[in-house]
């Protein structure tokens, strides 16, 4: 594993429609294996490698973290905050951020319940937390709070990736281990017949915004999103409910709330992965989506799928995947780049073709 990659990019802070910090990682690793690089009006990173007649195959990782905007500054200086993604309030409590100011360096900060402290509360007293109970405190005054920060200025959250044995740990692995597993794959597909379209979008956690605007302006023959995906095998979740497991390989989507794959799209790689025997597990996901379900909507329609990398504990600060599954993507995505062009995913009348 490319771990200094992998730290640049989750370290990286930017939120839905301020991921300038995280495109300007990615061009310096992208810009070598691309032959045109530019930037569109929402954001979107796009690469293109030339091919020699093969198809257009977009490929789609998301550059955008959940995190939060600054919404009111108070009296005394503590912030309240809009949240740019979804959060379950209960693994925000006492977490560290960044508060990201127009100028000068971002601000340390606590993220902290409005509520008593528990040495302070009484019997019955204690309350399910909201979003909205959530403020931050940078250690300032008001007057001197509100000379730094403005309304608007983002906010993300404090956390160095750590290599723990077999699994790597950060904030914003989703998606800036789709974005790794592109760059690696890209450069292990070497010199293929197909015409590469490296799209790293933006705006993905807040709706698919900037796979939606892209995939209209790429019109791409076949498209794979690369995003992290549920690994449920934790106390508490059920076995049926798992998602997929951490360490059972790559997941190739069959199913989620935002797109269903390409039946012949899946085949392709449950074959390519079969034979070539490359670790991996099929995923259903009951909620969620990825950037596929833009690019399968585009223009009329293009075949789409996902390979998904199975996280722990998403959405926190802690997400963790396993060095091996992050592998297997990468082994999975250069493979069908090499052979991308082999098959037909057409639907055929019956009687004809």
Known sequence: MNETLLRELTQADGIASREDRVRDVVVSHLRPLVD?????????????KTGTGGPRVAIAAHADEIGFVVRHIDDNGFLRIQPVGGFDPRVLCAQRVRVHRRNGDPLPGVLQPGTKPKHLLEAGEGKELRLDDLFIDVGYTGDRVRDMVELGDMVTLRRELEVMGDVVVSKAMDDRLGVYVMLEAIRAAGDISAEIVAVVTTQEEVGLRGATTSAFGVE???????????????????????????????AIKIFDSSHLPHPHLVRHLRDIAEEQNIPHQLEVLPRGGTDAAAFQRARAGVPAGTISIPTRYVHTVNEMASVDDI???????????????????????PGEG
């Open 36 to 48: 045109e690089l530019r930037v569109d009006a929402l954001g979107n990173l796009i690469g293109l």
């Open 220 to 250: 791409a023959d076949i498209a794979i999103a690369l995003d992290v995906t549920i690994a449920g095998d934790v106390p508490g979740i059920p076995g049926d409910s798992s998602v997929t497991k951490l360490r059972g390989g790559t």
């Open 327 to 349: 592998q297997a993507s990468v082994d999975l995505l250069a493979a069908f780049l090499r052979e991308a062009g082999s098959r037909s995913y057409a639907y055929e009348i």
